[in-house]
């Protein structure tokens, strides 16, 4: 016989997930009013603690301000009595009135009167008496002013005096010089205040409150050290947070951790004097353990946890019996629902006494087996047709990825067949492409760059580091400077030949699967000739300033009569040669000026200069012109124009100013104004060209600082000049480290602005 087939456990079913959700909620609930009550009865008690251990430091420091106050005024107005005062007066007589004193106040340990060399001449219970005390602080320092002194053990009177409480005696000092009968000075009245005192005052004030808990004050001086205190901390250092607080004259209350590894609520409060009595800096500190203070709040928090455990029960009693109200109809309801599970086609009629949720779920169930007939249906008719529709997607994709494929083979013969260098670089800098010319450029073939690093195969050592930070501040998303436009850089071929080439580079891709798409051309040819023909620029200009040297000089003494007084016309003709021979200088000393620059020879002397002797240079040396132009120079200096400073190089500045001024002239009508100006800036100094003239035509503007360009065309041009003059200017101002820029309008003239970093 075969076993019968084990029946699977059965499952908790909704009721018991119920009442184990509402016992677990209610646990929770209370868990979470205990820590509620208990943080804030935490912080009420703390609050309340504290403020009460706060109030009975400073009533401590208070009380004892006032008690040394008391016996400061005390000893003050003894040393005026006539009978101290009086050296002719028997010594009987001043020891009944020292004893008479130390009867008022009972702490009085000892009182005496001394003579300026510190012998005792009489004292209270003649203690002492004949005993030099001169090398003692208390003597010492009445003299000196000082009439309090701070907590000590007895000295000479350490064997006269028995201990207080086990204790040896300790002293506070009250001592004033006093004058005899003539006004000079006689000696000194010195008291010494036992410092049971000062236990007696902590006692009054924290013995009533001892009840709540163990509360302890302590006494510390200026110093740190515990004068009063625990028998573990008495004469003890401390350095307490709540200690510098009270340093500090701050009174008040924290919760801190002390030196034994307990915690502690403490109040903290400092004396500070009183009257005429300066005060020895002592601070007050009231502390109670933090186990004790919140003791309270520790058995509210039990109680809180009995009661919550006592609801925890209640309310899964209350569950289970909810719970079964509410599976009750679900239990009915999965019942039917699994006879339609074996194929039954009746319809879920839910009881009426069940509540509406179970009601709307039976509707909801009859309406999704309705829409399930509906949809088999459907879903045999659309079984006929799918394979149908497969083989149609297969044939468009099939069209698709052979277009695809005939893409990049077109794309792959146009690099190949490209008369450039193609090479395609991932972001990481390795190369991911290599085309035919790439091959013949640099000596390597593809299949030897494809996976190695670019800058180990075309770049110069020199230039490798900053070609690996360049690609990873693009990983970073820092951008790059290259990417669509044409560069020229400097790379080396397989046998180390290093070559000039023009690059142009785009990124093609998304995202991490981006790369840079670079085309690259050999201009090591053209790069020969621009030179060869900046040498010969270079040495034509070089020749001809010579003779036109020599012209300007020759025209220059015929203008100033040397050869005599020359004719009307032939004076005439002088001038304009000599203008002409001024300008062809100008054009030359231009041309040589650009080769200089671009050969990176031209010179520069930088020193600290105010700006205003050159600009006012500039502008006596440009009026000539501008009279001949009918055009008004003006200048718009700041009112502190004079400090404006900057380190420069005087004559390539005047040079940068002149070429400003002459193009500010040449395009200005006759009877308008050329104006500079001359201004400070926040850390930079500001000069200005301003002039009236028709302004820039906008489709010029982006070519002003261009080598020979020039506003007017060769054909059409009405106004000299070889277009070098912007250029030279900007490639000055930025050798200074400034910048030049303009403003300009249609109709209402431009402005040129130089900003330069001031000294």
Not at 150 to 177: C, I, Q, S, T
Not at 572 to 592: E, G, K, P, W, Y
Not at 596 to 609: D, L, N, R, S
Request: hydrophobic fraction near 45%.
């Amino acid at each position: 016989m075969h076993a019968s087939p084990k029946a699977p456990p059965r499952r908790r079913g909704l009721g018991a997930w119920l009442a184990l959700a509402f016992s677990l909620l209610t646990v929770i609930l209370t868990l979470l009013l205990v820590e509620v009550v208990e943080r804030a009865s935490n912080a009420q008690a703390q609050d309340s603690i504290g403020h009460s251990l706060g109030e009975l430091a400073y009533q401590t420091a208070d009380k004892l301000d006032l008690g040394m106050a008391e016996r400061y005024r005390e000893v003050s107005l003894m040393v005026r009595r006539r009978t101290l005062r009086d050296a002719g007066a028997a010594a009987a007589e001043r020891r009944q009135v020292l004893t008479d004193i130390q009867q008022t106040y009972g702490y009085y340990d000892w009182i005496g009167l001394t003579a300026l060399d510190g012998r005792v001449i009489v004292e209270a219970r003649g203690l002492l008496e004949g005993v030099d005390v001169s090398a003692r602080p208390w003597f010492k320092n009445a003299l000196a002013g000082i009439h309090v002194g701070d907590v000590h053990e007895a000295v000479k009177l350490a064997k006269l005096l028995p201990g207080e409480n086990g204790e040896p005696r300790r002293f506070v000092d009250v001592a004033f010089p006093f004058n005899g009968l003539d006004g000079k000075t006689a000696g000194v009245l010195g008291v010494h205040l036992s410092w049971q005192w000062a236990r007696d005052v902590e006692r009054s004030i924290i013995a009533p409150v001892q009840e709540r808990g163990r509360v302890q004050a302590l006494i510390v001086s200026r110093d740190g050290v515990v004068l009063l205190g625990p028998p573990g901390l008495q004469g003890q250092k401390i350095a307490t947070p709540s200690l510098r607080l009270a340093q500090q004259k701050r009174n008040g209350f924290l919760v801190e951790r002390w030196p034994d590894g307990q915690s502690y609520l403490v109040g903290h409060a400092a004396t500070v004097g009183r009257s005429a009595y300066p005060g020895l800096g002592w601070s007050v500190l009231v502390r109670q353990d933090v186990t004790d203070a919140y003791a309270p709040v520790k058995r509210l928090r039990e109680r809180a946890l009995w009661s919550g455990g006592a609801l925890a029960v209640l309310f899964s009693l209350a569950g289970l019996l909810v719970a079964r109200r509410i599976t009750r109809p679900l239990g009915a309801l999965a019942e039917s629902a699994e006879r339609l599970g074996r194929g039954e086609s009746a319809e879920l009629v839910p009881n009426a006494k069940d509540y509406y949720e179970v009601e709307a779920l039976s509707g909801s169930i009859n309406r999704l087996v309705t829409n399930l007939v509906q949809q088999r249906a459907a879903l045999r008719d659309l079984n006929a047709t799918l394979e149908r529709r497969v083989e149609q997607r297969t044939a468009e994709l099939e069209g698709a990825l052979a277009a695809v494929r005939a893409n990049e083979q077109r794309i792959n013969a146009i690099v190949e067949t490209a008369q450039d260098a193609y090479i395609a670089v991932d972001q990481r800098g390795m190369v991911l492409d290599w085309n035919h010319a790439a091959e013949g450029m640099f000596g390597w073939s593809r299949g030897e760059a494809v996976g190695w690093p670019l800058a180990e195969l075309v770049l110069p050592e020199r230039y490798r580091a900053s070609f690996d930070k360049a690609l990873h501040g693009f990983r970073q998303g820092a951008g790059t400077t290259v990417l669509h436009g044409r560069i020229e850089r400097t790379v080396i071929d397989r046998g180390g030949r290093e070559f000039v080439i023009e690059m142009t580079a785009g990124l093609a891709g998304d995202g991490a699967d981006a790369f840079f798409s670079v085309f690259l051309h050999d201009i090591s040819e053209r790069k020969k000739v621009e030179q060869m023909k900046n040498e010969f620029v270079a040495t034509v200009s070089h020749e001809l300033r010579t003779p036109l040297t020599a012209i300007r000089a020759s025209l220059a003494m015929l203008s100033d009569g040397m050869a005599g007084d020359l004719p009307p016309d032939a004076a005439h003709l002088t001038a304009i040669a000599s203008q002409s021979s001024d300008r062809l200088v100008r054009m030359v000393n231009d041309l040589l000026d650009i080769q200089k620059m671009e050969a990176g020879h031209m010179a520069f002397a930088h020193t600290p200069q105010a700006l205003l002797p050159v600009a006012e240079h500039a502008l006596a040396a440009m009026q000539a012109q501008a009279a001949g132009s009918g055009v008004l120079l003006r200048h718009d200096w700041q009112a502190r124009a004079g400090e404006c400073v900057a380190s420069i190089d005087p004559d390539r500045m005047e040079q940068v100013l002149t070429n400003l001024l002459s193009n500010a002239i040449k395009f200005t009508p006759a009877g308008k104004a050329v104006t500079v100006g001359l201004a400070q800036v926040p850390g930079k100094v500001r000069l200005t060209v301003t002039d009236e003239g028709p302004g820039i035509d906008p489709a010029f503007q982006a070519r002003v600082f261009e080598r020979f360009a020039q506003a007017d065309g060769a054909d059409t041009r009405t106004r000299g000049g070889t277009g070098l003059g912007l250029a030279i200017s900007k490639a000055i101002v930025e050798e200074h480290g400034g910048t030049i820029s303009f403003e300009t309008a249609p109709g209402r003239g431009t402005c040129f602005t130089v900003e330069l970093p001031a000294a």
